[in-house]
């Protein structure tokens, strides 16, 4: 069961974020056809604890638009590396296998759903 499950308990709802380490970095950000979120987040980490439901929404809300991936940095130093992840929670938006847009530090939904309208989708953001 993944982290995010576990800490919210979303055990039997259907909503799976894709897990992305070292090896499967490629497939799953570089070379995806529909633009990602890409939450890095650590073991112990309070405020991934409180962003873990909100990305959960996320991929609930555009379940067929984005994809919203999880990647915990203990288990691939590689991937924090190579993405210059410096503290958790940082969360990567990426179109065409490119990052459009990072933000370090826990931040609410509507500022998430603001970057993926404006910056993934194309749309015009109004609340």
């Not at 940095?73 to 991937?79: F, N, Q």
């Not at 190579?82 to 940082?90: K, N």
């Not at 990567?92 to 993926?116: A, D, M, P, W």
């Amino acid at each position: 069961m993944s982290w995010f499950k576990r800490i919210i308990g979303l055990e039997g709802d259907g909503i799976a974020l894709t897990l992305v380490n070292d090896d499967n970095f490629k497939d799953e950000i570089s070379n995806s056809k529909i633009p990602v979120v890409l939450d890095l987040w650590s073991p112990g980490c309070q405020p991934c604890k409180q962003l873990a439901p909100i990305m959960v929404d996320l991929q609930r809300k555009y379940k067929d638009k984005i994809k919203v991936a999880q990647c915990d940095i203990s288990a691939a130093p590689g991937i924090a590396q190579r993405l210059r992840v410096r503290g958790t929670p940082t969360v990567l938006y990426f179109k065409n296998g490119k990052v459009v847009e990072r933000v370090v530090g826990f931040r609410g939904s509507l500022y998430h759903t603001e970057i993926i309208e404006t910056d993934l989708l194309g749309k015009e953001f109004s609340i």
